[in-house]
């Protein structure tokens, strides 16, 4: 748990890969804990943030690269959907759009962002 605490502390982020067994303190220090939870405790499970399946700690690269994925997915929906109703709402300030018109196109934006998300699966 110490080590994790100096890495941290000198790295500013951590990420502890753990089997379960006397290591969930170190899971729950470090920035990130993923347990290996075949084998692993229940104790381990609840302070990790991730938990794999498998036991092969190879898998915790593609878990990153997943969470990277949606992360960019679910920022290019933010900024679409914020955007766009800015946009939209400024447009129909100066009543270039009628209210009907506008409750429409922003339900044509929120089935938009909700089909972009679904890209994450």
Request: proline share 2%.
């Amino acid at each position: 748990m110490q080590e994790v605490r100096r890495l941290t502390e000198g790295y500013g982020s951590s990420v502890m890969v753990g089997d379960g067994i006397n290591d969930a303190p170190a899971l729950a220090t470090a920035a990130v804990g993923v347990a290996m939870g075949a084998h692993g405790t229940g104790i381990s499970a609840e302070a990790a943030d991730a938990v794999l399946l498998v036991d092969d700690v190879a898998k915790v690269g593609d878990g990153v690269a997943i969470g990277q994925r949606m992360l960019r997915i679910a920022e290019q929906s933010i900024c679409f959907g914020m955007g766009g109703s800015f946009v939209l709402m400024a447009i129909a300030s100066f009543w270039y759009i009628e209210p009907a018109v506008g409750s429409m196109l922003q339900e044509v934006m929120d089935v938009a962002v909700i089909l972009n998300a679904l890209r994450a699966r």
